[in-house]
């Protein structure tokens, strides 16, 4: 029995759960067919116990689920069983953390829309030193190095073959923030123009003449699963991430994330600004 189960395996106890009730099958009727007792398929939902692939196909053929995308995907899930890297850090960082580089390290695709601070796997070792430092309640030294360590740990996704692709959408109020000074600041620009070279890397830029757009409010990470039922939302809280995966909440912001990609300069112009920007600091 699992006492603290990862994202990745309460995402899929939560999507068995919900193609069960899509069935109109309650926990006790799944297990009657499964032959097992209520509380084992309780458990399942809750991650909190693993599950087969085997188990899987046949819990969702149950559950009259006929698309082999999402079941594949739902069985892929149960049999990647790898400490990833980020259990190093199991007990010196929030859970959260450690989901967020679980689904990231799965993912197909990156979507980023960002407002005020530059995306974490775009960020420079002396950029995110700086945010670090303006946590509260304040983090100690270690804590910093520690989360500075982990934030480029995950950056690993940019640069392993292949690489994840990444499509980012920066406004210019974060690109005008000098966390740390000119010369950080300059540094981290000089960065995003570096990593904007990178084919699988799409930087745009929205520029204060833009004016008020949707989803300006919030910064915005969207997380491509390997089918669409399986993306994930997250959200940057000041009290760590928050994820979302309801189908309604997915179809919102990549709706979202359409409109904000739509304004946004082109990716050339978009490099031009932001070399502007670092050359005049």
Known sequence: MRAN?????????????????????????????????????????????????????????????????????????TSDRTRGWWEEYREILPAPLLDLAEIEHHAGRLRTSVTVHIPGLLQTPEHAREIFRQDAPELSPPDIEHRISFRIKRQAVLFRDPPTSQHVVIHEAALRMQFGGPKVARQQLDHLVEMSDHAHVVLQVIPFSAGAF???????????????????????????????????????????????????????????????????L
């Open 5 to 77: 189960p990862t994202g990745r395996q309460l995402r899929l106890g939560s999507e068995l759960r919900k193609l069960r009730e899509r069935a109109g099958l309650t926990a006790t009727q799944a297990g009657q067919l499964l032959g097992v007792k209520q509380n084992q398929i309780s458990n399942m939902e809750a991650g909190r116990v693993g599950v087969s692939p085997e188990r899987v196909r046949t819990l969702v053929g149950h559950y009259r689920c006929a698309d082999e995308g999402v079941v594949n995907a739902l069985c892929d899930m």
């Open 214 to 280: 949707a989803g300006s409010g919030q910064s915005i990470y969207y997380i491509h699963g390997s089918v669409p039922q399986l993306d994930s939302v997250n959200l940057d809280q000041s009290h760590g991430p928050v994820f979302l995966d309801a189908e309604t909440q997915l179809q919102k912001y990549r709706v979202l994330l359409s409109r904000i990609e739509a304004i946004a300069l082109a990716p050339a112009p978009s490099r031009d600004f932001i070399h502007t920007i670092a050359r005049n």
